[in-house]
């Protein structure tokens, strides 16, 4: 395949404007002939008609423009006259454009003098329904005070043969002259960019399908996507070939004008692009320019969950799009990126509330229908999740967390990673960035480690950037402050009723303003701003980026602070963040029959052999019949023995219910409204309604530790455990706030799935001739679990026996010992006969190991995620599985011995960084293994008695090879001494060794 050069690209140029919606009406226009492609015309007001009612084009006779009696000699921008509008004559230089096609191209300007604000340029069609734009800020002004007005626009695709009129207009009747008015139609003309393109090859049938799709969703108002929209396409980036299959993406159609359309591209098979498997592209004007990627980089420095996001020029059938911005989409590869577990992520469905939009557009009137009430909480990732066990049970805690966060149940901290909720919010203020807070728009990710939710921060800004650092555009005054609101935004009211919640925010609020820390931030991403800015100008000459938004911003924040601290304590000491909810009204005949089957939900309550039971939630204002099932959308394949009618929904939040019983295999749910005869379907969810409370939640509500059985004495927050030898059979829960301290001689046996689980430090205070023993002497103890622990635990001199996992009721851990978000030093500590995943499992903590010993696992000895650590003089003996396995850790080993792994001796995974001396791995599957850009620094050590010395692999494509670097290693008696992937490589006593092996990953996995 000939390469392309890298170096010449063009790109598009284009200020896209939404359309306003007016009832604006023209009192005088003059009428033209056809508008031809490529041809500019002009007028100065210099050149009146015959009859003086009109203006003469400058360089096209044939032109006229209204209003002759407006012109003036008072002012002018250039020659002796302008056009003066007054409110006796508001609308000026009118001129009306026939027969203008689809997607053409205009740019139009024009000069003004007068205050502030006060005179405008509109484009409009004759309707002023499918285009409306309007613009009174002046991209440009000279010495004489005049300043330029302009508007770049693309015709919409479903114009023909249409009326275009461009005008200027004095808004409230104040003197405004105009002058020296340009209309342009032309082609895009972009500008080269040396930056590596992404490259988007379809064949002619899929982009047509994209045509249509584009038509349709601009005579609907809104896109309104389908699984059937996906088409398959080839990527071309970094001189790389891809797999693709892409679909239009963007709900509003500023994704879809011109022909910078916006896309949702899933890459197949093994491939990637920036190390993403599913991402989308848009123009930077969609989002905000580079306040977008702002928000992002601040979002990730403070490690709130974000999506990876930024910039590339675009070329699509050989012709340049100009620079889009790219941006991540809500994949298991956005947690993993920032160092969490798989787990589901989460969302309101969107489909009825846009179908109001589309209602709304259609009828000129807007349905009140309850979009929030009847939204399904539903997983990304539908069909993997629900087919997946482990996933599939996650999603269904979360789906009550999501469920209790949308009725507002219980409080924001049983819910919540609060902190981290708090932090969001907070920066948020700071950011402006709030796009991504209406409620059809938020996403979170359910954290199956501590049972609770992250909020996602994404989509931040829209095309109207306009900033207010008042009080005023503070999220929580502007909600509080009122006291009636709807549905979806009682939420807010929900969390800043709770002073936990409050708090923390204000906090946070204090941190992020501070002068030091908004300096601090953009002092670390200066440079990237500065480039990103650079691309951005190219194409958009007149974006300019404020580089004191942050400072303006904190500022801001840090002189209403005081107020809003003392508003928020009033309000909260006085319980008085109460609002009235305004009802909703769906009883309009007009709009309801368009929206049936978007307004009744159904759900997979239970299912066996030979039936299954469906809940049926109507939302819907009419009274509905009932009348069968299929497996496909088009027809009923068991229908009812008798019609089940459900009554029509007045209110509550979840609507009217009804069960019925069906047949296996059913995804259709088929009824009618009564007094209709037509067919409406809705699909069954394969879920259950979610409702009750979570695992975690019933742990925590069943936490006693005053009356519990291990506890002796509490003195000032400090627990101390009972010593001597103490059986548990029940769930020994800590909350947050306490410090624990085992003492010697303390031997407690787990029996029946006792556990104990700990939210505060832990003190294990054993001897070497009088150590702390946990077992679990008939094998079903359910773990010793320290969750975010808010001070560094210490261990010592403690054996950990014959212990199982945190397993209830499907909140599911994996290590017989866990610390996450616990910093942690252990010394002589034990691990024997532990019968799960792992014997000790670390997760996004900082540790010491040293002088213990792991002996006769079931599964991994020591598995640590997104940790950094040290593991000193630790033996490891008959593992069932890895006896050392790290994911996206940093990590020294050192003065360490591994005798007998089923599996790996040590193992880095998941651009992990491992330095490995003085080491002896024997009797392993592998001795050591690096795989998706790991490394692994080795000295002083040996591997003997190895089905496989060395293993290096690419096991997940968003990663890459892996590599390793081993000096003074000794390998011997190993079958195969070293196993390298293309790709990877291995350096040697100062010798690179590339991997020149395929697929070596399916070897093992």
Same mark, same amino acid.
């Given at each position: 395949?000939?390469?392309? %050069?890298?170096?010449?690209?063009?790109?598009?140029?284009?200020?896209?404007?939404?359309?306003?919606?007016?009832?604006?009406?023209?009192?005088?226009?003059?009428?033209?002939?056809?508008?031809?492609?490529?041809?500019?015309?002009?007028?100065? @007001?210099?050149?009146?008609?015959? +009859?003086?009612?009109?203006?003469?084009?400058?360089?096209?006779?044939?032109?006229?423009?209204?209003?002759?009696?407006?012109?003036? /000699?008072?002012?002018?921008?250039?020659?002796?006259?302008?056009?003066?509008?007054?409110?006796?004559?508001?609308?000026?230089?009118?001129?009306?454009?026939?027969?203008?096609?689809? +997607?053409?191209?205009?740019?139009?300007?024009?000069?003004?003098?007068?205050s502030p604000d006060k005179g405008a340029l509109v484009v409009s069609d004759k309707t002023a329904k499918r285009l409306y734009l309007i613009t009174n800020k002046p991209k440009t002004k000279d010495a004489k005070g005049w300043e330029k007005l302009e508007i770049d626009f693309f015709t919409p695709p479903n114009f023909a043969a249409e009326e275009l009129k461009i005008y200027c207009w004095s808004i409230h009747g104040d003197s405004v002259y105009f002058d020296d008015l340009t209309i342009v139609n032309t082609e895009k003309k972009y500008p080269v960019y040396k930056e590596d393109p992404l490259i988007v090859v379809l064949d002619t049938s899929n982009y047509k399908k994209f045509i249509t799709k584009r038509i349709k969703a601009f005579n609907a108002g809104v896109l309104q996507t389908e699984q059937s929209d996906w088409v398959k396409g080839i990527l071309f980036s970094n001189?790389?070939?891809?797999?693709?299959?892409?679909?239009?993406?963007?709900?509003?159609?500023?994704? *879809?004008?011109?022909?910078?359309?916006?896309?949702?591209?899933?890459?197949?098979?093994?491939?990637?692009?920036?190390?993403?498997?599913?991402?989308?592209?848009?123009? !930077?004007?969609?989002?905000?320019?580079?306040?977008?990627?702002?928000?992002?980089?601040?979002?990730?420095?403070?490690?709130?969950?974000?999506?990876?996001?930024?910039?590339? !020029?675009?070329?699509?059938?050989?012709?340049?799009?100009?620079?889009?911005?790219?941006?991540?989409?809500?994949?298991?590869?956005?947690?993993?990126?920032?160092?969490?577990?798989?787990?589901?992520i989460l969302k309101f469905s969107e489909e009825a509330f846009w179908q109001i939009q589309r209602i709304a557009k259609e009828t000129c009137r807007w349905p009140d229908f309850p979009a929030y009430n009847c939204s399904v909480i539903e997983p990304f990732s539908q069909n993997k999740t629900v087919k997946n066990r482990v996933l599939y049970r996650e999603f269904l805690i979360g789906a009550q967390l999501m469920n209790q966060y949308k009725y507002n149940i219980g409080k924001p901290a049983d819910i919540f990673d609060l902190p981290r909720l708090a932090k969001y919010y907070a920066m948020l203020d700071i950011t402006h960035a709030r796009h991504g807070m209406a409620w059809h728009n938020q996403r979170f990710y359910y954290n199956p480690v501590i049972c609770k939710l992250e909020p996602i921060a994404y989509d931040g800004f829209t095309d109207h950037l306009s900033f207010d650092f008042t009080i005023n555009d503070n999220m929580a005054w502007q909600v509080l402050s009122g006291k009636k609101t709807i549905p979806e935004n009682y939420n807010f009211y929900y969390l800043f009723e709770d002073s936990t919640f409050v708090t923390l925010y204000l906090n946070y609020l204090k941190k992020f303003s501070r002068a030091g820390f908004t300096d601090s931030m953009k002092n670390l991403f200066k440079k990237d701003a500065v480039y990103y800015d650079s691309l951005i100008r190219l194409e958009f000459p007149l974006e300019r980026f404020d580089t004191g938004f942050l400072t303006k911003s904190a500022r801001g924040v840090r002189e209403y602070l005081p107020k809003l601290e003392d508003f928020l304590k009033t309000q909260i000491a006085g319980n008085s963040l109460h609002a009235h909810i305004i009802p909703e009204d769906n009883t309009d005949s007009v709009t309801l029959f368009k929206a049936p089957s978007f307004y009744v939900t159904a759900y997979l309550e239970s299912s066996n052999p030979d039936s299954i039971v469906i809940e049926v939630h109507n939302f819907f204002g009419k009274k509905i019949k009932l009348l069968g099932t299929g497996s496909k959308k088009r027809y009923i394949q068991t229908f009812f023995t008798k019609p089940v009618f459900v009554a029509p929904y007045k209110k509550g939040n979840h609507g009217v219910v009804k069960r019925v019983v069906s047949e296996p295999g059913s995804s259709f749910l088929f009824f009618q409204v009564e007094g209709t005869e037509e067919l409406y379907t809705a699909f069954i969810n !394969?879920?259950?309604?979610?409702?009750?409370?979570?695992?975690?939640?019933?742990?925590? @509500?069943?936490?006693?530790?005053? /009356?519990?059985?291990?506890?002796?004495?509490?003195?000032?927050?400090?627990?101390?455990? =009972? =010593?001597? %030898?103490?059986?548990?059979?029940?769930?020994?829960?800590?909350?947050?706030?306490?410090?624990?301290?085992?003492?010697?001689?303390?031997?407690?046996? *787990?029996?029946?799935? @006792?556990?104990?689980?700990?939210?505060?430090?832990?003190?294990?205070?054993?001897?070497?001739?009088?150590?702390?023993?946990?077992?679990?002497?008939?094998?079903?103890?359910?773990?010793?679990?320290?969750?975010?622990?808010?001070?560094?635990?210490?261990?010592?001199?403690?054996?950990?026996?014959?212990?199982?996992? *945190?397993?209830? $009721?499907?909140?599911?851990?994996s290590g017989s010992v866990t610390f996450y978000e616990s910093d942690v030093d252990i010394n002589?500590?034990?691990?024997?006969?532990?019968?799960?995943?792992?014997?000790?499992?670390?997760?996004?903590?900082?540790?010491?190991?040293?002088?213990?010993?792991?002996?006769?696992?079931?599964?991994?000895?020591?598995?640590?995620?997104?940790?950094?650590?040290?593991?000193?003089?630790?033996?490891?003996?008959?593992?069932?599985? +890895?006896?050392?396995?790290?994911?996206?850790?940093?990590?020294?080993?050192?003065?360490?011995?591994? /005798?007998?792994?089923?599996? $790996?001796?040590?193992?880095?995974?998941?651009?992990?960084?491992?330095?490995?001396? %003085?080491?002896?791995?024997?009797?392993?599957?592998?001795?050591?293994?690096? $795989?998706?850009?790991?490394? *692994?620094d080795v000295t002083d050590s040996k591997i003997k008695n190895c089905q496989y010395g060395l293993v290096l692999l690419q096991k997940k494509p968003?990663?890459?090879?892996?590599?390793?670097?081993?000096?003074?290693?000794?390998?011997?008696?190993?079958?195969?001494r070293m196993l390298i992937e293309k790709g990877s490589k291995v350096i040697f006593n100062g010798k690179t060794i590339k991997g020149d092996k395929k697929k070596v990953a399916e070897m093992f996995y």
């Amino acid at each position: 395949m000939k390469k392309l %050069n890298p170096v010449m690209r063009f790109f598009a140029k284009i200020i896209l404007v939404l359309p306003l919606l007016t009832g604006l009406m023209f009192t005088c226009s003059c009428n033209q002939g056809n508008a031809s492609r490529n041809q500019k015309m002009s007028c100065g @007001a210099e050149k009146l008609s015959k +009859d003086k009612t009109s203006f003469l084009a400058d360089n096209h006779q044939g032109y006229l423009f209204s209003s002759g009696i407006t012109q003036t /000699n008072h002012e002018a921008h250039s020659g002796n006259f302008s056009v003066l509008a007054t409110k006796k004559h508001p609308y000026v230089f009118s001129i009306t454009l026939k027969n203008i096609g689809p +997607d053409q191209y205009y740019k139009v300007s024009v000069w003004k003098k007068s205050s502030p604000d006060k005179g405008a340029l509109v484009v409009s069609d004759k309707t002023a329904k499918r285009l409306y734009l309007i613009t009174n800020k002046p991209k440009t002004k000279d010495a004489k005070g005049w300043e330029k007005l302009e508007i770049d626009f693309f015709t919409p695709p479903n114009f023909a043969a249409e009326e275009l009129k461009i005008y200027c207009w004095s808004i409230h009747g104040d003197s405004v002259y105009f002058d020296d008015l340009t209309i342009v139609n032309t082609e895009k003309k972009y500008p080269v960019y040396k930056e590596d393109p992404l490259i988007v090859v379809l064949d002619t049938s899929n982009y047509k399908k994209f045509i249509t799709k584009r038509i349709k969703a601009f005579n609907a108002g809104v896109l309104q996507t389908e699984q059937s929209d996906w088409v398959k396409g080839i990527l071309f980036s970094n001189n790389k070939m891809m797999k693709a299959k892409l679909r239009l993406k963007g709900d509003w159609l500023d994704h *879809l004008v011109g022909d910078k359309w916006s896309f949702r591209i899933k890459m197949r098979k093994n491939y990637v692009w920036k190390r993403l498997r599913v991402f989308s592209i848009q123009t !930077p004007f969609a989002r905000g320019f580079l306040y977008e990627w702002y928000s992002h980089v601040l979002y990730s420095s403070q490690d709130i969950l974000t999506t990876r996001y930024g910039f590339t !020029p675009l070329i699509m059938g050989n012709k340049s799009k100009g620079l889009y911005a790219w941006e991540e989409h809500f994949t298991k590869q956005l947690v993993e990126y920032r160092q969490r577990r798989e787990g589901p992520i989460l969302k309101f469905s969107e489909e009825a509330f846009w179908q109001i939009q589309r209602i709304a557009k259609e009828t000129c009137r807007w349905p009140d229908f309850p979009a929030y009430n009847c939204s399904v909480i539903e997983p990304f990732s539908q069909n993997k999740t629900v087919k997946n066990r482990v996933l599939y049970r996650e999603f269904l805690i979360g789906a009550q967390l999501m469920n209790q966060y949308k009725y507002n149940i219980g409080k924001p901290a049983d819910i919540f990673d609060l902190p981290r909720l708090a932090k969001y919010y907070a920066m948020l203020d700071i950011t402006h960035a709030r796009h991504g807070m209406a409620w059809h728009n938020q996403r979170f990710y359910y954290n199956p480690v501590i049972c609770k939710l992250e909020p996602i921060a994404y989509d931040g800004f829209t095309d109207h950037l306009s900033f207010d650092f008042t009080i005023n555009d503070n999220m929580a005054w502007q909600v509080l402050s009122g006291k009636k609101t709807i549905p979806e935004n009682y939420n807010f009211y929900y969390l800043f009723e709770d002073s936990t919640f409050v708090t923390l925010y204000l906090n946070y609020l204090k941190k992020f303003s501070r002068a030091g820390f908004t300096d601090s931030m953009k002092n670390l991403f200066k440079k990237d701003a500065v480039y990103y800015d650079s691309l951005i100008r190219l194409e958009f000459p007149l974006e300019r980026f404020d580089t004191g938004f942050l400072t303006k911003s904190a500022r801001g924040v840090r002189e209403y602070l005081p107020k809003l601290e003392d508003f928020l304590k009033t309000q909260i000491a006085g319980n008085s963040l109460h609002a009235h909810i305004i009802p909703e009204d769906n009883t309009d005949s007009v709009t309801l029959f368009k929206a049936p089957s978007f307004y009744v939900t159904a759900y997979l309550e239970s299912s066996n052999p030979d039936s299954i039971v469906i809940e049926v939630h109507n939302f819907f204002g009419k009274k509905i019949k009932l009348l069968g099932t299929g497996s496909k959308k088009r027809y009923i394949q068991t229908f009812f023995t008798k019609p089940v009618f459900v009554a029509p929904y007045k209110k509550g939040n979840h609507g009217v219910v009804k069960r019925v019983v069906s047949e296996p295999g059913s995804s259709f749910l088929f009824f009618q409204v009564e007094g209709t005869e037509e067919l409406y379907t809705a699909f069954i969810n !394969p879920w259950p309604y979610p409702k009750g409370i979570t695992p975690q939640q019933e742990l925590a @509500a069943k936490a006693s530790i005053k /009356n519990a059985m291990l506890v002796d004495t509490i003195i000032n927050h400090k627990i101390y455990i =009972k =010593k001597g %030898n103490t059986t548990l059979n029940s769930k020994f829960v800590i909350p947050k706030g306490y410090q624990v301290f085992f003492e010697p001689g303390t031997h407690i046996d *787990l029996v029946s799935k @006792a556990l104990i689980l700990s939210y505060s430090p832990v003190f294990i205070n054993g001897t070497g001739n009088n150590p702390v023993i946990i077992s679990s002497s008939d094998g079903t103890g359910n773990g010793f679990t320290v969750l975010q622990a808010n001070k560094r635990s210490k261990i010592e001199y403690v054996k950990f026996e014959k212990m199982n996992t *945190l397993n209830y $009721k499907g909140w599911t851990l994996s290590g017989s010992v866990t610390f996450y978000e616990s910093d942690v030093d252990i010394n002589h500590a034990e691990f024997n006969n532990n019968g799960c995943e792992d014997a000790l499992n670390i997760v996004r903590s900082d540790f010491n190991l040293r002088n213990s010993r792991f002996s006769n696992t079931w599964g991994d000895a020591f598995d640590s995620d997104f940790s950094r650590g040290l593991v000193d003089s630790v033996l490891f003996t008959n593992i069932g599985n +890895d006896a050392i396995d790290f994911s996206g850790s940093r990590i020294k080993i050192t003065n360490s011995t591994i /005798n007998g792994a089923k599996d $790996k001796g040590v193992s880095g995974g998941e651009d992990s960084h491992l330095m490995v001396e %003085n080491t002896s791995i024997s009797n392993a599957n592998i001795g050591l293994a690096s $795989k998706d850009l790991s490394t *692994l620094d080795v000295t002083d050590s040996k591997i003997k008695n190895c089905q496989y010395g060395l293993v290096l692999l690419q096991k997940k494509p968003e990663y890459g090879p892996a590599s390793m670097k081993l000096n003074k290693v000794t390998i011997q008696k190993s079958k195969v001494r070293m196993l390298i992937e293309k790709g990877s490589k291995v350096i040697f006593n100062g010798k690179t060794i590339k991997g020149d092996k395929k697929k070596v990953a399916e070897m093992f996995y």
